[in-house]
């Protein structure tokens, strides 16, 4: 089963991609291998670039939507979009628990 991330936000609107802090940035700075050791510093630092971005939220939108599950998108780790996602899909079962 795919998952899918629904918000009330269109989250591809508009051109975001354009003004997104990142596309000046080396893209492998978003790019970490591994979550230990100089990567934790590495996913910090593309962090403070997303915490910079007019567009960090259509951003985070987008990753989840499409189910991101690699590198820093949004101003999140991989770890951290699972939680958002597992969060979002329990909330999906109680709402459609509640519905019965």
């Known amino acids: 089963m795919a998952l899918m991330w629904n918000r009330t936000v269109d989250w591809d609107a508009g051109d975001w991609r354009?003004?997104?802090a990142c596309r000046n940035t080396e893209p492998?700075?978003?790019f970490p291998v591994g979550t230990t050791g100089p990567a934790v510093d590495q996913i910090?630092?593309?962090?403070?670039?997303c915490r910079a971005c007019e567009v960090?939220?259509?951003c985070l939108d987008f990753a989840l939507a499409t189910n991101?599950?690699?590198?820093?998108?949004?101003?999140?780790?991989e770890e951290e979009r699972r939680k958002l996602r597992k969060a979002w899909l329990a909330a999906r079962?109680?709402?459609?628990?509640?519905?019965?």
């Open 18 to 20: 354009r003004v997104a």
């Open 28 to 30: 492998d700075l978003f």
């Open 44 to 49: 910090e630092a593309a962090k403070r670039v």
């Open 56 to 58: 960090q939220e259509p």
């Open 68 to 77: 991101q599950e690699s590198g820093v998108w949004g101003g999140t780790s």
């Open 93 to 100: 079962r109680s709402s459609v628990a509640l519905r019965r």
